[in-house]
Nanobody, 125 residues
Framework: QVQLAESGGGLVPAGGSLRLSCAAS????????MGWYRQAPGAQRELVAA??????????YYKDSVKGRFTISRDIGDNTVYLQMNTLKPEDTAVYYC????????????????WGQGTQVTVSS
Protein backbone atom coordinates (compact mmCIF):
# COMPACT_ATOMS: atom_id res chain seq x y z
CA GLN A 1 0.00 0.00 0.00
CA VAL A 2 1.18 3.49 -0.72
CA GLN A 3 2.22 5.82 2.10
CA LEU A 4 1.57 9.51 1.58
CA ALA A 5 3.31 12.32 3.45
CA GLU A 6 2.14 15.90 3.09
CA SER A 7 4.32 18.91 3.86
CA GLY A 8 4.64 22.61 3.15
CA GLY A 9 1.83 24.02 5.25
CA GLY A 10 2.21 27.00 7.53
CA LEU A 11 0.84 30.35 8.68
CA VAL A 12 0.57 33.02 6.01
CA PRO A 13 -1.25 36.33 5.73
CA ALA A 14 -4.19 36.71 3.38
CA GLY A 15 -2.91 37.14 -0.16
CA GLY A 16 0.12 34.98 0.48
CA SER A 17 1.23 31.76 -1.16
CA LEU A 18 2.20 28.26 -0.13
CA ARG A 19 3.33 25.19 -2.04
CA LEU A 20 2.25 21.88 -0.59
CA SER A 21 4.06 18.65 -1.41
CA CYS A 22 2.89 15.06 -1.18
CA ALA A 23 5.62 12.46 -1.25
CA ALA A 24 4.65 8.87 -1.89
CA SER A 25 6.47 5.71 -0.95
CA UNK A 26 5.74 2.02 -1.26
CA UNK A 27 4.26 2.23 -4.75
CA UNK A 28 4.49 4.38 -7.85
CA UNK A 29 1.72 6.92 -8.33
CA UNK A 30 2.11 6.76 -12.11
CA UNK A 31 -1.19 4.95 -12.63
CA UNK A 32 -3.21 6.81 -10.00
CA UNK A 33 -5.34 9.86 -10.25
CA MET A 34 -4.39 12.10 -7.32
CA GLY A 35 -6.35 14.59 -5.32
CA TRP A 36 -5.81 17.24 -2.68
CA TYR A 37 -8.44 17.42 0.03
CA ARG A 38 -8.88 19.81 2.90
CA GLN A 39 -10.76 19.68 6.17
CA ALA A 40 -11.57 22.78 8.19
CA PRO A 41 -12.56 22.54 11.86
CA GLY A 42 -16.11 21.24 12.19
CA ALA A 43 -16.43 20.65 8.46
CA GLN A 44 -16.34 17.60 6.21
CA ARG A 45 -13.28 16.80 4.17
CA GLU A 46 -13.63 18.23 0.66
CA LEU A 47 -11.80 17.74 -2.59
CA VAL A 48 -10.15 20.92 -3.83
CA ALA A 49 -8.10 19.66 -6.79
CA ALA A 50 -7.37 16.49 -8.72
CA UNK A 51 -5.05 15.46 -11.53
CA UNK A 52 -5.15 12.51 -13.88
CA UNK A 53 -2.60 9.74 -14.10
CA UNK A 54 0.03 9.10 -16.74
CA UNK A 55 2.86 11.09 -18.18
CA UNK A 56 1.18 13.26 -20.81
CA UNK A 57 -2.06 15.12 -21.47
CA UNK A 58 -3.09 15.26 -17.84
CA UNK A 59 -6.46 16.66 -16.96
CA UNK A 60 -7.19 18.61 -13.81
CA TYR A 61 -10.17 19.44 -11.64
CA TYR A 62 -10.58 22.35 -9.23
CA LYS A 63 -13.25 23.24 -6.77
CA ASP A 64 -14.87 26.48 -7.92
CA SER A 65 -13.65 28.48 -4.94
CA VAL A 66 -9.98 27.76 -5.71
CA LYS A 67 -10.03 28.04 -9.51
CA GLY A 68 -7.45 30.50 -10.72
CA ARG A 69 -5.64 30.45 -7.37
CA PHE A 70 -4.56 26.83 -6.86
CA THR A 71 -2.58 24.67 -9.27
CA ILE A 72 -2.13 20.92 -8.90
CA SER A 73 0.84 19.23 -10.55
CA ARG A 74 2.81 16.04 -10.28
CA ASP A 75 6.34 14.82 -10.82
CA ILE A 76 6.28 11.19 -11.86
CA GLY A 77 10.02 10.81 -11.44
CA ASP A 78 9.91 11.99 -7.82
CA ASN A 79 6.58 10.25 -7.13
CA THR A 80 5.34 13.56 -5.74
CA VAL A 81 2.22 15.66 -6.14
CA TYR A 82 2.14 19.40 -5.51
CA LEU A 83 -0.46 22.04 -4.79
CA GLN A 84 0.58 25.62 -5.46
CA MET A 85 -1.74 27.93 -3.58
CA ASN A 86 -1.74 31.64 -4.39
CA THR A 87 -3.84 34.55 -3.20
CA LEU A 88 -4.76 32.63 -0.09
CA LYS A 89 -7.87 33.60 1.85
CA PRO A 90 -8.80 32.98 5.50
CA GLU A 91 -11.44 30.51 4.30
CA ASP A 92 -8.63 28.35 2.88
CA THR A 93 -7.57 27.58 6.44
CA ALA A 94 -7.69 23.80 6.91
CA VAL A 95 -5.65 20.65 7.16
CA TYR A 96 -4.71 19.59 3.64
CA TYR A 97 -4.33 15.97 2.59
CA CYS A 98 -3.33 14.29 -0.64
CA UNK A 99 -4.86 10.97 -1.62
CA UNK A 100 -5.29 8.58 -4.48
CA UNK A 101 -8.66 8.99 -6.16
CA UNK A 102 -10.71 7.35 -8.89
CA UNK A 103 -13.20 8.84 -11.33
CA UNK A 104 -16.77 7.86 -10.53
CA UNK A 105 -19.95 9.32 -11.89
CA UNK A 106 -18.34 12.49 -13.11
CA UNK A 107 -16.56 13.19 -9.86
CA UNK A 108 -13.61 11.84 -7.92
CA UNK A 109 -13.76 9.62 -4.89
CA UNK A 110 -10.95 8.57 -2.57
CA UNK A 111 -9.58 5.05 -2.75
CA UNK A 112 -9.08 2.82 0.26
CA UNK A 113 -5.41 3.74 0.57
CA UNK A 114 -4.47 5.08 3.98
CA TRP A 115 -4.63 8.79 4.66
CA GLY A 116 -1.51 10.71 5.64
CA GLN A 117 -1.24 13.09 8.58
CA GLY A 118 -2.01 16.13 6.48
CA THR A 119 -0.41 19.55 6.67
CA GLN A 120 -1.96 22.54 8.42
CA VAL A 121 -2.56 25.69 6.41
CA THR A 122 -3.58 28.78 8.36
CA VAL A 123 -4.36 32.04 6.60
CA SER A 124 -4.62 35.12 8.78
CA SER A 125 -6.85 38.04 7.88
Amino acid sequence: QVQLAESGGGLVPAGGSLRLSCAASGRTLLFNYMGWYRQAPGAQRELVAAISSGRVERTTYYKDSVKGRFTISRDIGDNTVYLQMNTLKPEDTAVYYCHTVVRAGGTYVPTKDSWGQGTQVTVSS
